[in-house]
């Protein structure tokens, strides 16, 4: 364990919604040992009302229940182990205290885009691993596009190139969805996403 997580004073841990989990990283069926997987598999995180407010990796699951702030609800039956302790892989955890949680958009970036757009080009629908996307402007910078929610897209290397310098309609292309700033309801349909094959989490997440 990290040498300052043994000092009595800690800064209160930050809980960011921009925490989920793509579904790449959420890779089925880990086999025995792989630490890897296990530390980087999805893990619901509640409110101390019980309130869904983000999905985070295994990984940031455990400092949060190390550090103290949280409980795990649910774990998954399989343990990671430290040199002198064996932990049990949460599968949703709760905060101990209630955090508000801003009813804002996330910050642009390219993670966010592909969270939103779900690691899938959105002019051929086909899905890629995040380093086998780029993001397109709809409608070019050169011809006044700005850098923007709705103007920025996932898009596969291949449909970049043939699109170029031209919008989607000029280039022949569809887009899948309209571009749309990442809110919160996006978060939760990706939770709900994400959460379809564990079932502990349906009953958080109001199925």
Not at 27 to 35: E, F, N, T, V
Request: with cysteine; net charge positive; hydrophobic share 35%.
């Amino acid at each position: 364990m990290d040498q300052r997580h043994k000092n009595g004073l800690r800064p209160r841990p930050k809980i960011r919604l921009g925490g989920v989990v793509p579904e790449s990283a959420a890779s089925k069926g880990h086999p025995a040992g792989s630490r890897p997987s296990v530390m980087q598999a999805p893990v619901l995180v509640l409110n101390a009302t019980f309130e869904p407010i983000n999905v985070t990796a295994v990984r940031r699951a455990l400092v949060l229940l190390l550090k103290g702030v949280a409980q795990a609800e649910e774990t998954n039956h399989t343990e990671v182990h430290s040199t002198k302790n064996a932990i049990q892989v949460p599968s949703v955890i709760r905060l101990l205290s209630y955090r508000h949680i801003p009813q804002q958009s996330r910050a642009l970036s390219r993670k966010n885009i592909l969270l939103r757009d779900r690691n899938t080009c959105q002019f051929c629908t086909r899905a890629f691993p995040a380093s086998e996307l780029t993001l397109d402007h709809v409608m070019p910078r050169s011809r006044g596009g700005r850098s923007s929610w709705e103007n920025l897209v996932a898009c596969c290397y291949a449909c970049n190139n043939r699109k170029g310098d031209r919008t989607p309609e000029e280039a022949g292309f569809k887009l899948q969805r309209r571009p749309r700033p990442f809110t919160l309801h996006t978060s939760r349909q990706l939770m709900r996403l994400i959460g379809n094959r564990d079932e502990k989490w349906r009953k958080y997440l109001f199925y």
